[in-house]
C-alpha cells in the first residue's frame, strides 16, 4: 500500500441514492446499466434509512434522490424526511410523470429541499418520442407547476443530443417560462444507454459550437433570470472533465441493491469487487474499498497523466470512458489532446455524427416490470 492509499480520505461531500432502476420512461441516453436491478433486488426503507443514518454520520452533505424514476418508491416521502431530519441537504431527481399535486406537497412538507426535473425537448411529439412514453411532455409541463407552487427551488435538467439539439433555445425559454432558477444543459454522456446509442445521439462538431453560442448569449441574456450548468461531450473535447471530481473524492452512489459505487457507470469496469452496504459499513468502503482505492488520486496513474499539471485538476478523466473506448480502465481518458488515442476518438465522432442516425434502442428491463407510485 502506498502512503497515499494509507491516509483516510476526506468524507465525500455527496451520495447518489439510486432508489430504483424502474422508470416509465425509456430514454435512450440514460446512465443506467444496460443491466438493470430488478424490483425484488432493491434495498426496503429500513436499509436506506440505515445507509442515511451511515451517510450522516460519514460527513456527506448533500443526498440526490436519484434512479431509474425514485417517485416509484412509495417510501420516497419517509425517506426525505429522514435525510432532512439528518441535516442532508436533499434533493430529487425527477422524470416527473408519476407524480401529482398533492405527492408534491407531501414530498415539500417531508423537507425536501430543491427538485430537478428532466425534460426531453420544448416540442412535445418530440419530446414523448424521445421518452418513448406518451403524455410525458404535458405531464412535466403541469408538474413543474406543482413543483413551483409547493415554494420549491426547480432546476430544469435538459439533455442535449442531435434530436433536440437544433431547438435548444426554446429549451431554455420552456425553462424560463415554467419558473426554473437553474438549467442544466447537458450533452449526453456516452455511457450505459448513451454508449449503446451513441451513433444515435451524438451532434456534429457544428452543432457543437452552434449549442455552444447560443447557451453563452442565454447566459449574458439570462442573468439574474436562469443560472446556467453547461455540461460539453468529451469526445469533442480538448481536455477532460474531472469525473465525479475524481474516483472517490467527492462522490459516491447506492444502487437499487445496495451497491456502492465511485460513479454510476463504475460496474462496466471488469475486475472491480464493489461491495455492499449491507455487508460492510458505508464509512470502511469509502475509506478502505479496493475497488475505491483502485483509482483514488494519482498514483495509478499512467503516462501522460503521471508527470502532467493537470493531475490533481482533472484526475485523468473518465475511468469508464477510458475504458468503453479503449477497453483498458487504467489508460488515460481519451477525451484529452494528450492522450495518444484522442485522434482516434474524435474521428470517430465525426464519423457517427455525419451518418444517418440509426433507431433508437430505448432503455428496457429485460422483462417489463410494473411502475407504479
Ligand atoms: S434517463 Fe430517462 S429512462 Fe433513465 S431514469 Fe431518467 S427518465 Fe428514466
Ligand atoms: S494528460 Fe491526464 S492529467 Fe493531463 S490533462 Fe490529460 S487527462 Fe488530464
Known amino acids: 500500500m502506498t502512503a497515499q492509499t494509507m491516509t483516510a480520505p476526506e468524507p465525500p461531500l455527496a451520495m447518489l441514492v439510486e432508489l430504483t432502476h424502474r422508470c416509465p420512461l425509456r430514454c435512450p441516453y440514460c446512465s443506467n446499466p444496460l443491466e438493470l436491478e430488478r424490483r425484488g433486488q432493491e434495498l426496503d426503507t429500513a436499509a436506506w434509512r440505515d445507509v442515511l443514518d451511515q ?15 425514485p417517485t416509484a418508491r412509495p417510501d420516497l416521502e419517509d425517506l426525505v424526511e429522514h435525510a432532512a431530519g439528518l441535516g442532508l441537504y436533499t434533493n430529487l431527481i425527477t422524470a416527473g410523470v408519476l407524480l401529482d399535486e398533492a405527492r408534491v406537497g407531501r414530498l415539500s412538507a417531508a423537507g425536501l429541499d430543491h427538485v430537478q426535473l428532466s425534460i426531453q425537448d420544448s416540442d412535445p411529439a418530440e419530446s414523448d418520442r424521445i421518452a418513448g412514453y406518451q403524455g410525458g411532455y404535458r405531464r412535466k409541463i403541469a408538474v413543474a407547476g406543482w413543483i413551483r407552487a409547493a415554494g420549491l427551488p426547480l432546476t430544469l435538467n435538459a439533455p442535449v443530443h442531435r434530436h433536440n439539439i437544433e431547438r435548444l433555445e426554446a429549451i431554455i425559454a420552456l425553462a424560463v417560462e415554467l419558473g426554473a432558477e437553474r438549467i442544466e444543459v447537458a450533452h449526453v454522456q456516452y455511457y450505459g444507454w448513451g454508449l449503446k446509442n451513441r451513433a444515435a445521439l451524438i451532434p456534429t462538431r457544428a452543432q457543437l459550437e452552434r449549442a455552444t453560442e447560443v447557451v453563452e448569449a442565454a447566459i449574458e441574456r439570462l442573468k439574474g433570470v ?73 498514483d495509478w496513474m499512467p503516462e501522460p497523466c503521471a508527470s502532467c499539471e493537470r493531475r490533481e485538476i482533472d484526475w485523468g478523466g473518465c ?55
Open 55 to 69: 451517510a450522516a454520520a460519514l460527513g456527506v452533505l448533500q443526498v440526490h434522490f436519484s434512479g431509474g424514476e
Open 226 to 298: 436562469l443560472v446556467f450548468d453547461y455540461v460539453v461531450p468529451d469526445y469533442y473535447a480538448h481536455r477532460p472533465k474531472a469525473c465525479m471530481g475524481g474516483w472517490g473524492r467527492q462522490f459516491l452512489n447506492v444502487t437499487p441493491s445496495g451497491k456502492v459505487l465511485p460513479c454510476h457507470a463504475a460496474e462496466t469496469i471488469p475486475g472491480l469487487a464493489f461491495e455492499r452496504v449491507t455487508e460492510r459499513g458505508l464509512a470502511e468502503i469509502w475509506a478502505h474499498s479496493p475497488a475505491f482505492e483502485r483509482f483514488r488520486g494519482t
Open 319 to 373: 475511468r469508464c470512458q477510458a475504458l468503453a473506448i479503449l477497453g483498458d480502465a487504467a489508460l488515460t481518458d481519451p477525451a484529452c489532446g494528450l492522450s495518444p488515442h484522442h485522434d482516434a476518438l474524435v474521428a470517430l465522432a465525426e464519423a457517427e455524427s455525419d451518418r444517418e442516425p440509426p433507431a433508437f434502442q430505448y432503455r428496457r428491463m429485460t422483462r417489463p416490470e410494473p411502475v407504479e407510485a
